[in-house]
């Protein structure tokens, strides 16, 4: 069946712009991630979402970022006041239930200007 | 919270060669342990993974092992081929809040 998906795949933007990236989940995964991925380095936890709940955020590095999800459907992170700091890839990855295997979309690389 | 380590950053085997990447994780809590392999530019794809329970699991020419322990876990790929290059990550999941915390990576270049 079809994977995690994510759009878009590139965003290029201007520092102190807002920026929203979009993670559609496999069907039926009930929780679903972000992580973030800076150029040569490994994932950084954002945010989990079980159903439409977030009951850890922990990862979120300022006020800045935030993220909402539909149901246990699509899933929105926003960066508000992008700053050139912000600019990696954005991985979102979903799983059957919060205990299970963790399947990641191809990214969104943010690159802020 | 948890802190994973890797090692090494990079690894340069002969194909046909063994290449071993190992992890250290800080807290015991600590009960599940996936590595995905990320080729350049692709999402990160989940190649094999270890629970608590088990000391080793094999598929084909991987494998790998966890030493409670010690908390440490390594991956082990046999017979290895160029197609194996690839960035490599381990990661531990902390039971009470199920993220991973991933290591930084390893850059594993399989030599024809």
């Known amino acids: 069946g079809a994977g995690v998906s994510q759009s878009p795949s590139n965003k290029v933007t201007e520092k102190g712009k807002d920026v929203e990236l979009r993670c559609d989940p496999i069907s039926g995964h009930t929780a679903l991630y972000w992580y973030r991925q800076r150029l040569g380095q490994g994932l950084e936890f954002l945010i989990y979402f079980q159903g439409n709940s977030a009951p850890d955020k922990s990862g979120l590095p300022s006020d800045r970022f935030s993220a909402e999800r539909t149901g246990e459907s699509v899933s929105t992170l926003t960066i508000q006041r992008t700053q050139q700091e912000d600019s990696a890839v954005y991985l979102c990855?979903?799983?059957?239930?919060?205990?299970?295997?963790?399947?990641f979309g191809p990214g969104t690389r943010l690159t802020v200007t | 919270g948890e802190n994973v380590e890797q090692h090494p950053s990079t690894l340069s085997v002969q194909e046909g060669d063994s290449a071993v990447i190992k992890c250290t994780y800080s807290d015991s809590a600590s009960n599940y342990f996936p590595w995905y392999k990320q080729e350049l530019g692709k999402r990160p794809q989940l190649i094999i993974d270890i629970r608590s329970n088990v000391g080793e699991k094999k598929d084909q020419r991987i494998a790998v092992t966890l030493n409670k322990t010690a908390k440490h876990f390594s991956l082990h790929i046999t017979e290895t081929q160029p197609e194996d290059s690839a960035v490599y990550f381990c990661a531990a999941r902390e039971d009470s809040s199920y993220k991973l915390i991933f290591g930084s990576g390893t850059r594993l270049l399989v030599r024809p």
């Open positions: 990855a979903s799983s059957l239930a919060s205990r299970y295997e963790q399947y």
